[in-house]
């Protein structure tokens, strides 16, 4: 699976559990994914790092679906993106 494209909707910041989280919208080679990113950082975080963590977090979820745990298929980020969201990959 090469994720081409990576929006950010709804993205939302829970102070009682110092969480911002929001949809992950991955546009791959074969479809779009929708997932929930949570990620553990203060609301003063910098719009970079939230973002990082919020696609590590989709990315996590993507690798314990069964046909990415199995190996069977792997998640690859176009060579466009920057370096840190290839980095996730």
């Given at each position: 699976m090469l994720i081409n494209k990576i929006q950010f909707d709804n993205?939302?910041?829970a102070p009682d559990r110092t969480q911002?989280?929001?949809v992950v919208i991955l546009t791959t080679d074969e479809s779009t994914l929708c997932l929930l990113g949570k990620v553990d950082l203060p609301?003063?975080?910098a719009r970079d790092d939230?973002?990082?963590g919020l696609m590590r977090d989709a990315l996590r979820q993507i690798?314990?679906?069964p046909e990415f745990r199995?190996?069977?298929d792997v998640v690859q980020i176009a060579?466009?993106?920057t370096q840190e969201f290839r980095q996730t990959a």
């Open positions: 993205l939302r910041f911002h989280c929001a609301e003063s975080a939230v973002a990082l690798r314990q679906m199995t190996r069977q060579d466009d993106a």
